[in-house]
């Protein structure tokens, strides 16, 4: 048997624990101390120190395994933000990049291809924050940004555009809020992950 030691993170008692039982699909359920009755979560919220095995490399691989995949469940377990993302962009690719910054921590991130879609899940969602690119099948996306101020507030609205001379009317409309990020490489990325947070006032 494989045992590891841990210690309540709130009164310090030492706690022992099957290694084998914590590595199983139930590894992500609260340890219970029986002193103070806290619950914690081995590998998360405490560290744990191989005590007894077989073998002592062995322990030491499963203890980095456990603690690894714990650590994820509870990744995968941590409530999202409910806030909701609209990406309107021709671009598949960068349609997914974009989706990829706001997937793991906001609950709805919705990614459209068309203008006619853009519109169709600004009324149904009724977004938190819109990321739209200038250059759109069948529609401009300074047209789109028009009708879509009907829905959406210019503050939670994010051009993300490589093409920045189209920009000028917008701002030239007494659109203030509107932010505008030329889309680059990977620093325009965390620049419009970060702005978009703070748009959805999210630290």
Do not use: W
């Not at 002193?35 to 405490?46: K, R, S, T």
């Not at 309107?88 to 990829?100: A, M, N, P, V």
């Not at 879609?117 to 789109?144: A, H, Q, W, Y």
């Not at 030239?172 to 505008?180: K, R, V």
């Amino acid at each position: 048997m494989s045992l590891v030691e841990t210690n309540c993170p709130k009164c310090a008692k030492k706690i022992y624990l099957d290694l084998e039982e914590i590595i199983s699909e139930s590894s992500s359920r609260p340890i219970k101390c029986s002193q103070c009755g806290n619950e914690f979560i081995f590998g998360f919220d405490a560290d744990a120190t191989p005590v007894l095995d077989d073998v002592e490399n062995s322990t030491k691989k499963k203890t980095k395994l456990v603690k690894k995949v714990v650590v994820k469940k509870v990744k995968k377990q941590k409530p999202k933000v409910q806030k909701k993302v609209l990406v309107i962009e021709d671009s598949r690719i960068t349609r997914e990049q974009i989706g990829d910054l706001f997937e793991e921590e906001i609950a709805e991130v919705v990614k459209v291809e068309k203008a006619e879609e853009g519109f169709n899940s600004i009324k149904e969602k009724k977004p938190d924050l819109l990321i739209v690119d200038l250059v759109l099948p069948e529609l401009s996306g300074t047209d789109f940004i028009n009708t879509a101020l009907k829905y959406v507030e210019p503050k939670k609205i994010i051009i993300f555009t490589a093409t920045m001379g189209m920009h000028s009317d917008i701002f030239e409309s007494g659109m203030e809020g509107i932010t505008l990020i030329q889309k680059g490489g990977a620093e325009s990325y965390e620049e419009l992950r970060e702005k978009g947070f703070q748009v959805l006032d999210i630290k």
